[in-house]
Structures are given as C-alpha cells and as structure tokens.
C-alpha cells in the first residue's frame, strides 16, 4: 500500500475464499471511484476447442473436468443439449434422477460457500477454521450437509467429484429403491440443519446496499428451475434459451482471460441465487417460503450480501426436493433412453448453484462435434461483480484501505465466484489519484 | 477406542491420481491395499478432502499420506506429527483445492473431531503437471511409505497398554529420565543392554507415542537426549 495526498493503493495480491485465481483493480480519482476491474490472469483452457472432433458421447466427462465444484451443471447442461440436437425426450425416473444429482450439488456446493467461505466475512473470522472456535455447531453443520450432498453425488454420480455414471438418454447405471433410501436418514438430518442455518445467516450484520439488478433466470411451469425452463429477466426476457444468442453476447475485455457476458441492449444482469430466487420465489415450497417470510427475506432481494440467506434456504429446498424424489422413487427399466446421433445444433441451460450454465454444440451426423460454446455463470456475473465494487468502494472511500480491501472482498465472495469455470482470481489494487 | 479394546486407525492416501507426484498418497493407499490389519480402515481421497473431518470421527488414530511442495529433494519423505500443532508451512501439502489436509486437520481440531494422535507423511515432490509420470525418487518413496505406514499400524494397532506404553517385540527399554519425570516411552534397536545404552550412528530410535498425551513426554525425551550427547535421530 502506498499512500499520498493525491493517491493511494491498496493491493490485495489473491483474493481468498474463492474458487480459482484472480484480481481487482481499484482506481480512485478525485475521491470518486473511476474504475472497478476484476482482472482474471488464469491461463484459458480451451475446452470449447478440445472438444471438437471428439463424439459426442465423450462430452459428459469431458466438461465435468471444467470444474471441481459445479461439474454436474456442465453435465446436465451437455446432455440437455446434446438430447435437444438429437431430438431425445428424457421423462419420468430418469428425469427426476437428474433433478436429485442437481440437489446433491447444490447442496455440498451451497453448504461450503455459506459456511466454510462466506459466513466468516460478516462475523470477522479470517477463515472458517479460526470461526470454528465461536461457532463449532454452525461449521459442523456445515461439514454435515456438504456430506449429504456429496453423498448423493457419489451414489448416483459414482463419485462426488467428476460424476461418471451422466451421459446422453440418462445414467450409465440407475440406482436400486434400496441404495436410494439409504441416503433418506442423512437428508432429512440435513434437512434440519439446512432450516437451522437459515436461521443463523439472517441474522449476520447485511451492510444497508441494494442494486437495481436485471435478474436472469430460468423458469419452468411447475418446479423451481434446475435443468428445464424458459429464460427470464426481470425486466422483458422470456425466450427459448435456443434464442439465448439473440439477447446476450459475451465480449473480451483487456483485463481478463474471462469473457465478459453482457445484455445486448443493457449491459450488466445477475445470474445465479438472488435471481433465481427472486424470479421463482412462487415456485418453491410452502416451507421454504415461510421460512423466508420467518427470517424476514421478502420474495423480491437486492442485497446480494443477502446471497447468503438466499442459498441457506436453496439448501433447504434441495434437501426437501431430494427427499420427495427418493421418497417416490421406482427403478426404470432402462438406465438411459437411445440416443441415435444426427447432424443438428443442440442448446441446454440449467441452473448451476451460481447461475445459468448455457450451452450450444454443432454435431456432424455421426454426432462428432463441429462446434462449441459454453457460457459459464461466474463470466455473466462479472459486469455485475464490477459494477457491486464500484458502488460499494464509493460508500467507504473515507475509510482505511484494509477496511475497502476487505469490503471488497467480501462483495466479491457475494457471487461465490467460481473463477476456474469463468477461467480464473484474486489479487486487489487500488489506485487513489 | 473401539467397544473392543482395540485402537481404531484410519489411514488415508490422499492426491491426484493426474497430476504426477500428487498422486503419491494415492499410490501408498494402492500400495498398502489387502496389506494392513483388518481393522485399519484404508481410505484414498482425490476430491473432497473436507470431508475428511467427518470421514475420521471417532478414530483413535489417523495416519495420513500426502505429496508435499517441492523444496529440492524430490522423494524425501517428512514424518509429522499434527495431533497438536500447526503443519510445518515449509513442508506445505499440496492441494488443487481450497482446503487441502493442513487445514482439514486445523479445522477438525479446532471442532474436538480430530483423532488423539495423528501422523502425516509428506513426500516431497517435483513435478505436478497434468498428465505427467511420478518422477522415478517419489515413486520409489511410496514403497518406503506404505511400509512404515504398515509398521505403525501393526505397532498402533494392538490393545491399548495399561502403563503409558508398552514396548514393541525387538525394542529395548532406553529407561532415560527427562527433565521433569521418568520417561517411559522410549525404546530403540540395535541395543545389546538396556538401562545405559550407548546409541551408536546406525541405531533409530523409536518413540511410541500414539496419544496426544504422550507426545510432550516424549520430546522432551528426545531433547534429554540430545542434551546427553545421544545422537539425535
């Protein structure tokens, strides 16, 4: 840090509690806030181009490697598309099987981030090792639930990290009534805890910050949106997520391996727990939306350092929905539905933990893929991280550079970045001119 | 302890299996496979090493293996005690993910979920590219590894003694005072008597302390050592 009467910076090299490498550029000119850039240095891995030439039938390993903690989003978003090019319908158990793998993501994904990476920051804790002394039954519950989730991945997915039983038409293997229920105990124990941790997150100190956001989502007719929907804005979207390109596009800027996803016609929008929340709050259950009511969280939110409310009580949907699956579960005959490739262009879109996951292949007609691209949610959310920074450093530009640097870290952590899918974090400079 | 008496003991390998020398911990898992007492439970880990702090509740002992950060002897292998301090930073275990076993274990002390006595082996590594071979040192340290591994097992593994330690077949008393108090848990081979021993070069001295308890006793035996002119091996 360096210090002047006319400038000053404040350099945080990475950003902890995040997932991959990155950094922020904070400029400060005239006590007024010019610039806000999240610079993301990882080295871009080129799995739109890997995957060229390559069957169709490899995709589902293949884009799980993009990501240790959301590798099911890749996947059900890869089927999805690779079914809709193929014109393959996938209903019934085989459906509902997809929807509990989500659960099971959402769950040891949610239940890290609101434990182990963010609660820390609004209580003062460094870290969720050193919270553990004041808080030993939250983080415990915390370890609990990530369990309950990585259970389901592992019994479904055969493994909690990079599922391998996902491919085209459905499982490779689906699991008996018996191995379903073993998992019923534990989900309802993480049922209760989720509830419990829904009540201790609202009541963390939120800083009084709101953004007039344009919330993107998916939204189904009847369910709270993994894998299936129409997308949505709060302001005028409602398209077939085929029709994505024509309202979105992604640009590169100078200061990150990330492409920056933008609204054609207005700029920054939010993806992920806020939006989906607040786009679907009639879709979710009776009790999950008393709960909310309960704690205070209205069904539209714009604090996004209430994210972390908000994915406590997704946490608590998830363990609920992955209960009614199993609880109705019948075998199906077959594993997976044919799958007989044709030449085609396939779009899917599910609701990854941090957002919508958009994806778009091109098959020859042996299904050998020609073309790909894969829209992750961290990239569509980083205008909006930029734009949450500028707004929230210009409220405490009078306050000591650990205080901004810490303020700012945190309004990052609001979007559970996952900066290895986005291609990568975090570093923080600010500049005082 | 078990409701039978007998200590219960995890091991766990942990690594990637794709990244070279950070598959090593996976290799002494494989390593060590059909070779340890039945009732050691034998894990590998190559995600999610969080959940680990659930994995090992109600274990008396947990022996851990993992690759380390390269710091110039690629194979090297570092025996750490983490029951009751920080591990080494210079000796930093690797990990592709935010919490690696450094603070898995930090984190299960500070939730009274972390075993009495825990043992980490770390083999230092060179190389951790993606797709590449283990380098030829690292490879040639699992074998060590596993085999010390099993060594504690067989040694850990047995009824817990009623005195503060019972002493190993081919171990002889050193029967040295500490600073403070007898120390008892000292043993060490190559001894032709016991009582006064004289430790020469080639002679190991082997501490057995497999309780949180004993681990303070038992250094502040080795400094009596030292102090003494022993070798300090």
Known sequence: ?433 | MSGSGRRRIMVVGIGNPDRADDGAGLAVASHLAGRLPNDVALIARSGDILGLVQDWIGYDALICADAAAPMGQPGQVHRLDAADGKLPPGTSLTSSHAFGLAEAIALARELQLLPPTVTVYAIEGACFNAGAPMTPEVAAAVGQVAGLIAADCRLGAGPKPKSLIDRPAGYRNIGLRGPTRKVGPMFCTGLKTGLTPRLGGADAIFVRSYDAAEVGLAKSALAGLARRGFPGR
Not at chain 1, 408 to 415: A, D, F, K
């Open chain 1, 1 to 433: 840090m360096t210090e002047t009467t006319t400038s000053r910076t404040i350099k945080v090299d990475y950003l902890a509690r995040v997932e991959g490498e990155g950094a922020l550029d904070l400029r400060i000119s005239d006590g007024k806030v010019a610039s806000a850039q999240l610079r993301i240095f990882e080295p871009p891995r080129f799995f739109e181009a890997l995957l060229r030439g390559r069957s169709h039938a490899e995709i589902p390993d293949i884009v799980a490697r993009i990501c240790g903690i959301c590798p099911v989003a890749y996947q059900m978003s890869a089927v999805h598309a690779i079914e809709n090019a193929f014109g393959v319908t996938v209903e019934g158990q085989l459906r509902a099987l997809r929807r509990l793998l989500y659960c099971g993501e959402w769950i040891e994904s949610h239940a890290l981030h609101v434990v182990m990476l963010h609660a820390p920051d609004f209580l003062g804790f460094p870290d969720a090792i050193q919270m553990a002394r004041d808080h030993g039954d939250i983080v415990r519950s915390g370890l609990i639930l990530k369990k309950a989730g990585n259970e389901i991945l592992r019994l479904l997915g055969g493994r909690e990290i990079h599922p391998v039983s996902v491919k085209p038409g459905g499982f490779h293997r689906v699991p008996t009534r018996t191995e379903l229920r073993s998992l019923t105990a534990p989900l309802e124990n993480a049922r209760d805890l989720a509830a419990k941790l829904v009540r201790w997150v609202a009541r963390l100190p939120f800083p009084e910050f709101e953004q007039d956001y344009e919330f993107v989502a998916l939204r189904h007719p009847d369910e709270y949106p993994f894998n299936e929907g129409r997308l949505v804005s709060s302001r005028d979207i409602d398209i077939d997520i085929a029709d994505y390109e024509t309202e979105f596009e992604e640009r590169h800027v100078a200061h990150s391996t990330a492409l920056h996803s933008l609204l054609k016609r207005r700029g920054a929008y939010l993806v992920g727990p806020l939006a989906r929340y607040t786009l679907n709050f009639d879709r979710l259950p009776a009790t999950v939306r008393a709960l909310a009511q309960e704690v205070g969280l209205p069904p539209v939110c714009r604090n996004p350092f209430k994210s972390i409310v908000v994915r406590a009580l997704e946490t608590l949907f998830a363990c609920e929905e992955a209960l009614r699956i199993i609880a109705v579960y019948e075998p199906p005959g077959e594993a997976a539905v044919e799958v007989v490739p044709r030449a085609g262009t396939g779009f899917g879109c599910t609701e990854a933990p941090r957002g919508i996951c958009w994806h778009r292949y091109e098959f020859a007609a042996d299904g050998t893929i020609e073309r790909v691209r894969i829209v992750p949610p961290t990239s569509q959310n980083q205008p909006s991280i930029e734009a949450d920074l500028a707004a929230v450093a210009a409220d405490i530009l009078d306050q000591p550079d650990d205080i901004i640097r810490h303020r700012c870290e945190q309004t990052i952590r609001n979007y559970d970045p996952c900066i290895s899918c986005s291609t990568h974090f975090l570093k923080l400079n600010v500049h005082r001119s």
